[in-house]
C-alpha cells in the first residue's frame, strides 16, 4: 500500500511539473504579453512602446525561467526520491513548490484585485492544492 502512495504522490508531483512546463513554454517563448496582462493592463500590445515591450518580455522570459525550475524541481527530485527514498528530497520538493505556487497566486490575485482582470489566480490555488495533497499522500 505503501509502494502505491508513493506512486500516486510521485504522479500528483510530476503533473503539477507538466503544467509549469507549459507555463514555461508559454512565458518564454511569448512575442507579446499573455492575454489576461493585456486586459490588466488595459492596452493592446501594439500600443506599448517597443522599449517598454522589451521590458515586459524580459520579465516575461523571467518568469517562464521560474516555472522551468520548477518543472524540473518536481520532475526530478521525486523521481529520484522514489528510486532512493531521501528525508530532504521528500520534504523540500513541497516546501519550495508550494512557496512559489503560493507566490503565484498572490500576486495573480493581487493583479486581479487591482484590475479585475482574468487573471489564473484560481489555478495557481489548485496546484497548490494538489501539492499539498501529494505531500499528505506521501508521509502516511
Same mark, same amino acid.
Given at each position: 500500500?505503501?509502494?502505491?502512495? @508513493?506512486?500516486?504522490?510521485? *504522479?500528483?508531483? @510530476? *503533473?503539477?511539473?507538466?503544467?509549469?512546463?507549459?507555463? &514555461?513554454?508559454?512565458?518564454?517563448?511569448?512575442? +507579446?504579453?499573455?492575454?489576461?496582462?493585456?486586459? &490588466?493592463?488595459? +492596452?493592446?500590445?501594439? /500600443? $506599448?512602446? +517597443?522599449?517598454? #515591450?522589451?521590458?515586459?518580455? /524580459?520579465?516575461?522570459?523571467?518568469?517562464?525561467?521560474? !516555472?522551468?525550475?520548477? !518543472?524540473?524541481?518536481?520532475?526530478?527530485?521525486?523521481?529520484?526520491? =522514489?528510486?532512493?527514498?531521501?528525508?530532504?528530497?521528500?520534504?523540500? /520538493?513541497?516546501?519550495?513548490?508550494?512557496? =512559489?505556487?503560493?507566490?503565484?497566486?498572490?500576486?495573480?490575485?493581487?493583479? !486581479?484585485? #487591482?484590475?479585475? &482582470?482574468?487573471?489564473?489566480?484560481?489555478?495557481?490555488?489548485?496546484?497548490?492544492?494538489? $501539492?499539498? @495533497?501529494?505531500?499528505?499522500?506521501?508521509?502516511?
Amino acid at each position: 500500500m505503501k509502494e502505491i502512495l @508513493i506512486i500516486v504522490s510521485t *504522479l500528483i508531483y @510530476i *503533473l503539477v511539473g507538466i503544467i509549469c512546463l507549459i507555463m &514555461a513554454i508559454k512565458s518564454m517563448f511569448s512575442k +507579446k504579453y499573455l492575454p489576461f496582462h493585456e486586459e &490588466a493592463a488595459g +492596452k493592446s500590445w501594439d /500600443t $506599448i512602446d +517597443k522599449p517598454l #515591450q522589451n521590458v515586459i518580455l /524580459t520579465i516575461l522570459r523571467i518568469s517562464g525561467l521560474g !516555472f522551468l525550475i520548477v !518543472f524540473l524541481f518536481l520532475v526530478v527530485f521525486p523521481s529520484v526520491n =522514489y528510486f532512493k527514498p531521501n528525508t530532504f528530497i521528500k520534504y523540500s /520538493t513541497p516546501i519550495i513548490s508550494s512557496i =512559489y505556487c503560493f507566490g503565484l497566486f498572490l500576486f495573480n490575485f493581487w493583479l !486581479f484585485r #487591482q484590475t479585475k &482582470a482574468k487573471t489564473p489566480w484560481s489555478g495557481s490555488l489548485v496546484v497548490l492544492f494538489l $501539492i499539498l @495533497i501529494s505531500f499528505i499522500i506521501s508521509i502516511i
